[in-house]
């Protein structure tokens, strides 16, 4: 099935707002304090309530997901390094 409207490849999936993951299942949600799921943060980067790595900066999340992604894609990893960095300061998590 083609996406309706606006051409995105992920248009319903929630992306995590930390890690930029697209969230295709429940399962990848996070959960809140009371245990209910997140569709803001995915359960790597958060769960109960928290984030698993408080302490992480963008940088780090930068080079981490840049590195998955070079993996994943099959791509160097300077191309995804520069596709990365332009995603994740935006998210919600780091954005100021
Ligand atoms: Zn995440």
């Not at 990848?28 to 900066?57: I, L, Q, V």
């Amino acid at each position: 099935m083609p996406c309706q409207g606006s051409g995105h490849s992920s248009c319903s999936k929630p992306m995590c707002q930390s890690c930029a993951m697209p969230m295709c299942e429940v399962a990848h949600f996070g959960t809140n304090k009371d245990g209910s799921k997140s569709d803001t943060y995915c359960c790597y980067c958060y769960t109960k309530g928290a984030f698993t790595d408080p302490s992480r900066t963008v940088d780090q999340m930068i080079d981490m997901v840049a590195t998955k992604m070079a993996e994943m894609k099959k791509m160097p990893k300077e191309r995804a390094y520069s596709i990365v960095k332009n995603m994740i300061p935006n998210l919600k998590r780091w954005k100021k």
